[in-house]
């Protein structure tokens, strides 16, 4: 279940991440736009997730499947991300992009639930931190290879690398047994149940029961403000490396390897420590809040730094403890929203996960969405200012209410 939710998450966030390098000699020198359209197309992706994992994540919770809902989420999102790739006409992009969001939010809410339903509490953590890798590899290491494929082949070359990952994939989830929810059937109301004599009983929560839960509220909010900072390089970084320092499609999916290798190797350590007991209540009051509240402050520190250098060597620098803090803010958010739906004995695993891909969409919707306007006014370094003080306001969101576990 690990390996092929892992696989599916890295498949997902690769195909997203492709496009990063080439977009603005798409959309500025071919199609002649200005650089806000590049927002309005990762907006796009964000908004196809509000309608997938919600919908997705319901019909699979009610029903108790898994398997096919990945499976068809995997090959809309072939099918739509070779449609993106030989789009030659804005409109036909941001349709693609929309359907490609639906698909992406299908296999998002049901893989990771699936994780949930077998691992326990105590293991869910290094769990999640393995699955984070594979999202940091895809999402930060699509740019570099889209770089790389878009400098060799064009956009042509793009469609068939999509239509070969998706063919991998697909093998992987054919391949998986649909598990079986061994986490809801160990809850402390089933417990409770038996000892009382009385057969227990599934406890259907609904997304709103999940939203009003403060943990779970905060870190969606969380959520936003950490994987919405780290989505914020995609529609500027390349922007600015193009314009400050004349590299090309190539050089700027390089660049980008400097966040990927770090952040996909702190998402396991991270995970694991988050599961260990003797270091949550060093923690406490906060335990797992603790992370995502050190994570995110060092993190904010580090993108505040990374507009200053006039160098490409102080950036790379800088992206790369970017990238080692910032696994340590989002691995813990993952595990947190498992956790708190196994102490509250409701079957609604891939329901939170859905939530956490809403929040994640909302945070690719608005911030880089607003970001490339702003570059416009302030410049890059202002503008990571701006997403530093983003961070900033989810630490002290998360700080409000002590949460031990």
Same mark, same amino acid.
């Given at each position: 279940?690990?390996?092929?939710?892992?696989?599916?998450?890295?498949?997902? %966030?690769?195909?997203?991440?492709?496009?990063?390098?080439?977009?603005?000699?798409?959309?500025?020198?071919?199609?002649?736009?200005?650089?806000?359209?590049?927002?309005?197309?990762?907006?796009?992706?964000?908004?196809?997730?509000?309608?997938?994992?919600?919908?997705?994540?319901?019909?699979?919770?009610?029903?108790?499947?898994?398997?096919?809902?990945?499976?068809?989420?995997?090959?809309?999102?072939?099918?739509?991300?070779?449609?993106?790739?030989?789009?030659?006409?804005?409109?036909?992009?941001?349709?693609?992009?929309?359907?490609?969001?639906?698909?992406?939010?299908?296999?998002?809410?049901?893989?990771?639930?699936?994780?949930?339903?077998?691992?326990?509490?105590?293991?869910?953590?290094?769990?999640?931190?393995?699955?984070?890798?594979?999202?940091?590899?895809?999402?930060?290491?699509?740019?570099?290879?889209?770089?790389?494929?878009?400098?060799?082949?064009?956009?042509?070359?793009?469609?068939?690398?999509?239509?070969?990952?998706?063919?991998?994939?697909?093998?992987?989830?054919?391949?998986?047994?649909?598990?079986?929810?061994?986490?809801?059937?160990?809850?402390?109301?089933?417990?409770?149940?038996?000892?009382?004599?009385?057969?227990?009983?599934?406890?259907?929560?609904?997304?709103?029961?999940?939203?009003?839960?403060?943990?779970?509220?905060?870190?969606?909010?969380? %959520?936003?403000?950490?994987?919405?900072?780290?989505?914020?390089?995609?529609?500027?970084?390349?922007?600015?490396?193009?314009?400050?320092?004349?590299?090309?499609?190539?050089?700027?999916?390089?660049?980008?390897?400097?966040?990927?290798?770090?952040?996909?190797?702190?998402?396991?350590?991270?995970?694991?420590?988050?599961?260990?007991?003797?270091?949550?209540?060093?923690?406490?009051?906060?335990?797992?809040?603790?992370?995502?509240?050190?994570?995110?402050?060092?993190?904010?520190?580090?993108?505040?730094?990374?507009?200053?250098?006039?160098?490409?060597?102080?950036?790379?620098?800088?992206?790369?403890?970017?990238?080692?803090?910032?696994?340590?803010?989002?691995?813990?958010?993952?595990?947190?929203?498992?956790?708190?739906?196994?102490?509250?004995?409701?079957?609604?695993?891939?329901?939170?996960?859905?939530?956490?891909?809403?929040?994640?969409?909302?945070?690719?919707?608005?911030?880089?969405?607003?970001?490339?306007?702003?570059?416009?006014?302030?410049?890059?370094?202002?503008?990571?200012?701006?997403?530093?003080?983003?961070?900033?306001?989810?630490?002290?969101?998360?700080?409000?209410?002590?949460?031990?576990?």
């Amino acid at each position: 279940v690990l390996l092929v939710s892992t696989m599916a998450v890295f498949a997902d %966030t690769v195909v997203y991440g492709l496009i990063v390098p080439f977009l603005p000699d798409i959309l500025q020198e071919k199609l002649g736009m200005s650089s806000s359209a590049n927002g309005i197309l990762f907006g796009c992706f964000g908004v196809g997730v509000l309608v997938g994992a919600p919908v997705s994540a319901y019909i699979s919770d009610r029903y108790h499947i898994r398997k096919w809902p990945m499976i068809i989420g995997l090959l809309g999102l072939g099918a739509t991300s070779v449609l993106f790739a030989l789009s030659n006409a804005f409109w036909e992009l941001v349709v693609a992009r929309l359907a490609q969001g639906v698909s992406s939010g299908i296999t998002w809410a049901i893989g990771l639930g699936m994780i949930a339903d077998v691992y326990p509490q105590d293991s869910i953590g290094k769990a999640m931190g393995i699955a984070f890798s594979g999202f940091t590899v895809g999402y930060l290491g699509g740019p570099v290879l889209g770089g790389l494929i878009y400098d060799a082949g064009g956009v042509h070359a793009i469609a068939i690398f999509v239509a070969a990952i998706t063919v991998v994939d697909l093998v992987f989830r054919l391949l998986l047994r649909e598990p079986t929810d061994t986490q809801q059937d160990s809850t402390e109301v089933s417990v409770k149940s038996e000892e009382a004599g009385e057969q227990p009983e599934r406890r259907r929560t609904t997304m709103w029961d999940l939203l009003k839960d403060w943990p779970i509220l905060a870190c969606c909010v969380a %959520t936003i403000t950490v994987t919405g900072a780290s989505g914020a390089f995609e529609p500027v970084l390349p922007i600015h490396l193009r314009n400050d320092f004349g590299l090309n499609e190539k050089l700027i999916g390089v660049v980008f390897i400097a966040l990927v290798v770090p952040n996909a190797i702190v998402g396991p350590i991270a995970g694991r420590y988050t599961d260990d007991e003797r270091v949550l209540n060093k923690l406490a009051p906060y335990g797992r809040f603790g992370f995502m509240i050190i994570g995110s402050i060092l993190t904010a520190v580090s993108i505040a730094f990374i507009g200053l250098p006039r160098n490409l060597a102080g950036l790379v620098v800088n992206l790369v403890f970017c990238g080692l803090l910032n696994g340590v803010a989002a691995v813990p958010i993952m595990s947190t929203m498992g956790v708190r739906v196994h102490r509250l004995g409701g079957d609604a695993y891939a329901k939170v996960y859905a939530l956490f891909n809403i929040a994640y969409s909302v945070g690719v919707i608005i911030i880089p969405t607003i970001l490339p306007p702003i570059m416009n006014v302030i410049g890059f370094a202002g503008t990571m200012g701006v997403v530093a003080a983003i961070l900033v306001f989810g630490a002290i969101i998360l700080a409000i209410q002590p949460t031990i576990w």
